[in-house]
Every structure is written in structure tokens, then in C-alpha cells.
């Protein structure tokens, strides 16, 4: 009889609709598709992508479209890792923004010694070497939060603060509190484009990254884990989890998301601003999980949603841009009140609204089953 | 109306996505007096309850209150007509006060006089004869104790319905009496108790009638007295009950191999949980178990052969090989599975499906890089479902939507799969119903028969006879003694275990 029912909302038009809203890419997507609608109202052309020339002379993708996807990428590729440390271990690591500075802090260190004329072979080897070392780096910091998190059991917010206050000063203090600049137009390929290519080259790196997720979450049990922990570490454990261990991991991923960040993001302005670069950039990251509808108290995660969570806010973000009368420093305040939308529609509360509205309908098909089966 | 009734319920319906939950449910409540809810697990009993306490609004039927009709439409609603609940878990803050928790949320105003406060609260406990002092805090307190001050704050709150939802599972005998001195100090008020619980013995000492469902129908009401416990059985059932006494004697066969190698073997076992250093061993085969009252160790001398708690010494060998058991991985490694004794916070994934716990040990032993294919776990689960008959909506069902009954089934699903030697089940059938208690045993000989050899602990000593060939007793954290062959009875266990060295 169980299934009879569940074939019957199946099979109606009202069931499928109740099923996609229930989604949890429902919520992220419709708000996406809400997005480009007000955007293709209030502007046709707002979609316009045109192929024209950069100031090296190379022609280039240019449009709305592109600075979006463009500009999400650091924080597609944060919430990759905050959804995982999320999962696992049930809080959130806000220190992301102070560790991008890090990062990006280590890597022009080794950068900035090499004359902007080397050749090519060897320009290649340094920029390996320290992206490399900052990979380390930054899983190195990941780690020591992921330590606290796990071994010392302190609420990931709290462990987090520390770097968080710290992080940034710890950047400085990498290159001396100098100023740098790398003249080599090389290095900005990264966060840029490659001459010849008219993609920005942080699409293609966030593309690579998510493909990387997929294959871990394909080929480990990656996924299984840190759900499992996050939901009964104390029977993940009696199973043969290592709790620890798998927190500790997902941290450590979070790391080398951010060593990925913040080498986009100096390569972006070959420069860095110790206070200024990527700030605020973790509040962001959170938000994408939560309005991917995953739960910040830990547990099951949907990737794929805090990924379309992430596009949803940079989309956002560049839309109030767009709007001249708006003053840029009073764009936080409009973007919270779309946010605060947001996170009320993914609420637990009106998620369970949309549950009781199927159950009811469930429930009255059942009764008429019974009265069929009396019959 | 009929005299006395507090309550009535009349044809009462619930309908949830594809299963009828109640169907046309009558349930009487009188002025003082205990009635038993008693069922299997998935009877109704807790949408009954849950529809009196309006946590689900009901799809048919009417409610009267002292004669009056009402609608519930929330548990706040309920408490304000009277109606009070008390659950298995405690559902108070431990980190207040006795005091606080009796009166937390009833205080008019924005001020409170506490003197005021604790005085009444210490009447009350005096009144109804509970240990303890109003500022105290509660979460030092025993679990007996909370639930006393759950029950002394629905009191308070004059409610003419008490609802007791499995109170005594985690409670000890001691305490149990207790309880049911409590319980017939408000019968005698004139309160009317609706009693749900899973331990018979407890239905015959306190109740005054039975209701009985099945399936969401109602089997039917019963004065006490006109219902023996093999009828309840039988109605609860709905078939006749001759399983119960006889599921050893086809057992008896059992292919123990005694005089071999035993298949696990500790000598000196010492962890850090307070129990004695014990030696212990388990050949092919073999059902033993350890015994005890709460609190005497059982528990904690399984999790040390599993691992579950910190060794700190002693010598275990499996099949005659010396290994080391540091932690849980490395039992399942050497084929030792250990089902925990608190299956909400040791056992179920909540949120995961049934499939992700039922594959999860055996997923944990191959590796974490390693994952199963999903054509493969859906064959698993799939072949484990049917295998314990798990009532479940679908594989993809969260685990946490189960009874109680189908959640174990899954734990045991799990160990099973990971397909074990040697298996450790504490209190597999803690908290569900007497179908699937029965389903469980035969499961644990069947085993037996097959080979494994079984590890079989549980609060109640028939269970443990009836299953087990050897009995090793504790008291205060040391094995006291072992028992085993025409030993192996009531009278001798219970006598062990309360001191009385055998003579």
C-alpha cells in the first residue's frame, strides 16, 4: 500500500511539482532564475556577451555573464571546503578570509624575487613551487583549526576566530608588511586571462576543482564519512570511523581550497593588500552553504547546491552594482535584505510548511485508498 | 458519556503518505485509574498518543475532555486542557534547577520569587514523595529522578491525563518501584495515567486495564484480571503465542564446539571504565551472555572486548592468535561486531538512509577509498531488508523515521553484513516490541546454529535464559561468577547476582 500511494503522487502533475519543491537545488536555482529575470526586465541587455579586445590586444569574452562567473569563482571553490567542514563538523570556519591573505602572502614571497624577464620554463617552475608551498601552507593552517576543532573539541567558530583575528597579520609579516607589486604580466595570467584564450583563466581553475571534488566524493567515501560524523560521531566511531581524523580532514581540504583562492586572488591585482583582499569573503562562503539548504548544524550536505549558492550571491552582489543610484557602500545592506529572503524560504520551518502541504495531500490519497480497498 | 471517564476518544483516524496509522480507535480513560497502551511497535500507540497530545492534528474522530468535546491543536494546547506527557527522554533542562525545570515557562510576569518558587516546589516533591531538593541541579539528579520531577511538574500543572511514555526503560528496578509508588499516589488523586511501556511484568503490577492495538485497529480494552499474559501476548501478536517458550529446544543442536580453540579469548582485560581486570572466553557457536544489575559492568567489559572504551591491558587472542584491540576498527577487523547498548546515540546515523547505516560497517572495513558502488549497496540493503523483514518505506527512508523495532533490525542488518565471527548484541531488544524480541532471539540461535559464536546481553533474565547456554555474572564491576547447564535458572541468576555465593 506504501507504494501504491507514492506511485500515485508520482504519477500526478501536483506530486512531481511538490517533489521539485522540495529540492534542495529548488530553492538556490529558483532564486538564480529570479535573478536573470529581474536582470533581462530590467535590462535586455544585460546578457550581452561581446568578443573584444583586453588592453594586451587579445580579444576577450566581456559581459555581465562573464565578470559573474568570473568573480564567483573564489567563492565557488570556498564553499566546496565550508560545506565539507560543515558537514563534518557541524560549524564553520570564518578564518577563510585571513587564510586567503596567507596564501596569497606566501606565494608572491617566493614571486617577487625572480626578475620579470626569466624565461618561460623556469617562470613555470616558480609559480609551481609557490603555489606548492602555499598549498602547504594554507592545508598547514587548515589543519591547526581542524586540530583544535577535532582533538580539543572547541566550537569551529571559536577555534576559527583565532586565525581569523590573526590571519591577516600573519600575511604581513610574511613579506615584511611591504608593499609588492609583481611587474611580470606573466603572473596575472591566473587571475586573468591567458593571451589567446578569451575564458578568464579562474573559470577554467574552478571548473577543474569541482571536477577534483567529484572525482574524491566518486572514488572515497569521503561523503558517507563526514556525513556520519557530523550526524553521530559517537556511533560513527563504534563503526570504525575516526571521528578526528575525518574532521581534521575536511579542514585540511578547506585549507587547499583556500590555497587556491588566494593564489587567484593575488594573481588577479599582482599585488596584495594585507586588510582589503578577501574580506568578508567567509561570510559569503557560509552563506552559500546555508542557502544551498544545507544544514550548518552538520549532517548531509548537497554540494552541488552551496556551489549554485555561491553563483546566487555573486550574481547578486554584481546585479546591486549595476544600479548607479545605489551608493557601492550601501550595496551590504541591500544584498542583506535579499539574504535575509533567502534564508527564510530555505528555513527549516518553511521547508517543513512545503513537507506538511505533501503529507496532507499523501495522507487524503491514502484514506481514499482505504476507501477503495473497503470496497 | 461513561462514569468516571476523563477521556474519551472515539473513532479516531490518522492517515500518513501511504500508511493508515490509526483507523477508527476508541481509547477510555477513567478517573483514577492506570490504563496500558500495549502494542507492537508500529500499532499506534505513539500516533495515539501523539494525537491526544496534538503534536499530529487527527484526520477523524472526536475527543472528550470530562465530557466535553474538544480539539487539541498543539502540546502547548493540550497541557493548557489538561493533558501532560512525559517521555522516554527526559525533556527538561539538565543545567537548571529541580525548582526551575517544575516551573520554567508557568511563571506570570517578568519577575520571579524564587524563595516563593523553591518553597512550593519542595511541598510538592515532599507531597509526592520525591528525592529530591527544589535547588538541586537536575542534571545531578538520577534519570529516575528527572522523570519523578517531569511527573511532579505535570501534576502541578493539574493535569487530570498523564501520559507516561515508556518511562521505565532507563530506570533500574529500584527505581521502577519507585515510580510506581508515584504513580499510584496520583491514582489515588483521582489522575488518570496512561501507561505505555514494553515490560509486561510492569503492566501487571501497576494497571488497572489494557488497550491493546494492532496494526492501528483497536484489538480491544480489558480489565487486568480477565486478561492473562499469554492472551496479551496473543492479542498484541494476533496469532496464537507458543513461540515464546519453546525457541530453545530446537537449539539445543547447536554445533558448540566447546573443547576447541576458543574463537575470542581475553585474559586480564582491563579498561578504564571502573570494571575489574576479566578474563573471558567464547568458543564457535556458543550464545553466552553477561548479566547483571545496571551498572554493574556488563556493558562496559563488551565495549572493552570491542574496543569501544580505552584498554589499557591484558591478552586477547582470536582463534588461538595473540592481536591487540585498540579501537573499534581493529575488532572489526578481526570479525568481532558489537551492537551497542544505546542504539539512538551508539547505533543509527539518523539523518542517513537505511541503506548508508546498513552499509556502513562493512563500507568502513573495506575502506575509505574504496566505496561501495551504488548497484552494490542497494543489493546489500536490498537482501537485508527482506532477510530481518525491516518495515521501511524505501531504502531511501532516513533511518531516525523508523519504530524503534526496525531501527534495531537495521543495526543488526549492519553487523551482520560485515558478517562477523563472533558477535556482541547488548540489549538488542531494550525498548521494542515483544514480535520483534521474539524474531530477535531465534535470529541470535539461528547464528549460533550457523557457526558464529554470540554475545547476548539484557535487562531481562528469561531473555538471557532462554538464549543463552552460559551466563557470566556481575556485580560492582568484577565477574561474581558463571553459570551455566541446569544452573541456568531465575532463582540461581538472581541469587548470584544479589551475593548470595552459591552453596
Known amino acids: 500500500m506504501t507504494e501504491s500511494a507514492t506511485n500515485n503522487s508520482k504519477s500526478s502533475a501536483k506530486g512531481i511539482l511538490l517533489k521539485i519543491v522540495r529540492n534542495q537545488l529548488f530553492i538556490p536555482l529558483a532564486a538564480l532564475l529570479l535573478l536573470v529575470l529581474f536582470n533581462l526586465f530590467t535590462d535586455p541587455g544585460f546578457f550581452d556577451i561581446v568578443l573584444k579586445p583586453s588592453s594586451t590586444g587579445s580579444l576577450i569574452l566581456s559581459g555581465n555573464l562573464i565578470t559573474i562567473i568570473d568573480n564567483a569563482s573564489e567563492l565557488v571553490i570556498l564553499a566546496i571546503g565550508m560545506t565539507l567542514v560543515t558537514s563534518a563538523s557541524g560549524g564553520q570556519d570564518i578564518s577563510v578570509g585571513a587564510t586567503i591573505a596567507i596564501a596569497g602572502s606566501t606565494v608572491l614571497r617566493i614571486v617577487k624575487t625572480q626578475a620579470s624577464d626569466i624565461p618561460g620554463g623556469k617562470f613555470a617552475g616558480i609559480i609551481i613551487i609557490s603555489f606548492l608551498l602555499c598549498v602547504v601552507v594554507s592545508a598547514a593552517f587548515g589543519a591547526f583549526n581542524g586540530a583544535l576543532v577535532a582533538f580539543f573539541k572547541i566550537q569551529p567558530m571559536v577555534a576559527t576566530l583565532i586565525l581569523f583575528t590573526a590571519g591577516r597579520s600573519i600575511a604581513a609579516w610574511i613579506n615584511n608588511n611591504d608593499n609588492i607589486s609583481i611587474n611580470d604580466n606573466r603572473f596575472g595570467y591566473f587571475g586573468n586571462f591567458i593571451p589567446g584564450i578569451p575564458v578568464p583563466t579562474p573559470v577554467f581553475i574552478t571548473v577543474i576543482c569541482l571536477i577534483v571534488i567529484a572525482v574524491v566524493l566518486k572514488l572515497t567515501n569521503l561523503r558517507l564519512y563526514s556525513q556520519s560524523v557530523g550526524i553521530n560521531a559517537s556511533s560513527s566511531r563504534l563503526n570504525g570511523i575516526n571521528p578526528k581524523m575525518i574532521k581534521l580532514l575536511t579542514f585540511v581540504i578547506l585549507g587547499v581550497c583556500v590555497a587556491v583562492c588566494g593564489f587567484i586572488k593575488v594573481s588577479r591585482t599582482s599585488s596584495i593588500t594585507y586588510s582589503v583582499i578577501a574580506n568578508n569573503i567567509e561570510m559569503d562562503a557560509i552563506l552559500a552553504v546555508a542557502l544551498g539548504g544545507n544544514n550548518l548544524g552538520g549532517g548531509k550536505f548537497n554540494l552541488t547546491a552551496s556551489v549554485i549558492g555561491a553563483y546566487v550571491i555573486q550574481f547578486l552582489t554584481t546585479t546591486l552594482y549595476k544600479f548607479k543610484e545605489i551608493d557601492s557602500s550601501s550595496i551590504s545592506a541591500y544584498k542583506a535584505v535579499v539574504v535575509i529572503l533567502l534564508i527564510i524560504i530555505s528555513s527549516p520551518y518553511i521547508r517543513k510548511r512545503f513537507d506538511d502541504l505533501k503529507n496532507k495531500r499523501l495522507a487524503a490519497k491514502a484514506q481514499a485508498n482505504v476507501g477503495k480497498e473497503a470496497n | ?503
Open chain 2, 1 to 503: 458519556m461513561e462514569n468516571g471517564a476523563v477521556l474519551e476518544m472515539r473513532g479516531i483516524c490518522k492517515y500518513f503518505p501511504g500508511v493508515r496509522a490509526l483507523e477508527q480507535v476508541d481509547f477510555t480513560l477513567r478517573e483514577g485509574e492506570i490504563h496500558a497502551l500495549m502494542g507492537e511497535n508500529g500499532a499506534g500507540k505513539s500516533t495515539l498518543i501523539k494525537v491526544l497530545t496534538g503534536v499530529y492534528p487527527k484526520d477523524g474522530g472526536d475527543v472528550t475532555l470530562a465530557g466535553t468535546p474538544v480539539h487539541i491543536k498543539s502540546p502547548q494546547d493540550a497541557q493548557n486542557k489538561g493533558i501532560a506527557t512525559v517521555y522516554q527522554e527526559i525533556t527538561l533542562c539538565p543545567n537548571l534547577t529541580v525548582a526551575e525545570n517544575m516551573y520554567i515557562g508557568r511563571t506570570k510576569g517578568p519577575f520571579t520569587d524564587w524563595v516563593k518558587m523553591n518553597k512550593k516546589a519542595e511541598a510538592l516533591l515532599d507531597e509526592l514523595e520525591i528525592p529530591a531538593y527544589p535547588t538541586e541541579q537536575l542534571g545531578n539528579c538520577s534519570i529516575a529522578v528527572q522523570q519523578m520531577v517531569a511527573i511532579a511538574r505535570a501534576v502541578d500543572m493539574e493535569c487530570k491525563v498523564l501520559i507516561l511514555d515508556e518511562p521505565t526503560s532507563s530506570l533500574d528496578e529500584q527505581e521502577v518501584v519507585k515510580l510506581f509508588k508515584l504513580m499510584r499516589n496520583l491514582k489515588e488523586k483521582g489522575v488518570g495515567i496512561i501507561f505505555v511501556t514494553h515490560f509486561l511484568e510492569q503492566v501487571y503490577e501497576v494497571c488497572d486495564r489494557i488497550t491493546v492495538l494492532r496494526d492501528g485497529k483497536l484489538v480491544g480494552e480489558y480489565i487486568i484480571e480477565d486478561l492473562p499474559r499469554v492472551k496479551l501476548v496473543s492479542k498484541m501478536l494476533g496469532k496464537d503465542f507458543d513461540d515464546m517458550a519453546d525457541i530453545k529446544s530446537d537449539s539445543d543442536a547447536a554445533n558448540t564446539d566447546l573443547d576447541g580453540t576458543p574463537v575470542y579469548e581475553a585474559i586480564n582485560l582491563t579498561g578504564t571504565t571502573g570494571i575489574k581486570p576479566f578474563n573471558f572466553q567464547i568458543h564457535k557457536g556458543e550464545v553466552n551472555g553477561f548479566t547483571g544489575l545496571l551498572g554493574s559492568g556488563r556493558s562496559e567489559s563488551v565495549r572493552a572486548i570491542f574496543g569501544a572504551d580505552r584498554v589499557v591491558g591484558g591478552k586477547v587472542m582470536i582463534n588461538g592468535v595473540p592481536v591487540k584491540i585498540r579501537k573499534p576498527l581493529d575488532a572489526m577487523k578481526h570479525g568481532i561486531s558489537y551492537l551497542p547498548e544505546d542504539r539512538k546515540l551508539d547505533g543509527i546515523v539518523g539523518d542517513l538512509s537505511v541503506r548508508d547505516n546498513i552499509i556502513l560497517a562493512l563500507q568502513v572495513m573495506k575502506g575509505f577509498f574504496k566505496p561501495f558502488s551504488r548497484a552494490q549497496a542497494e543489493k546489500f540493503a536490498d537482501e537485508y531488508i527482506k532477510l530481518l523483514n525491516i518495515k521501511t518505506a524505501s531504502q531511501d527512508t532516513p533511518i531516525k523515521s523508523l519504530s524503534g523495532g526496525n531501527q534495531q533490525k537495521v543495526i543488526l542488518a549492519r553487523w551482520l553484513l560485515a558478517n562477523p565471527q563472533y558477535l556482541i548484541l547488548d540489549e538488542p531488544t531494550r525498548g521494542i516490541d515483544v514480535g520483534t524480541k521474539v524474531e530477535i532471539q531465534k535470529l541470535v540461535l539461528k547464528l549460533a546454529a550457523e557457526g558464529k559464536s554470540i554475545t547476548f546481553i539484557s535487562s531481562e533474565i528469561d531473555e538471557m535464559v532462554r538464549t543463552c547456554s552460559r551466563l557470566i555474572v556481575m556485580r560492582d564491576g568484577k565477574v561474581v561468577g558463571e553459570l551455566k547447564g541446569d544452573d541456568l535458572n531465575q532463582n540461581k541468576i538472581m541469587a548470584t547476582i544479589a551475593g548470595g555465593e552459591s552453596k
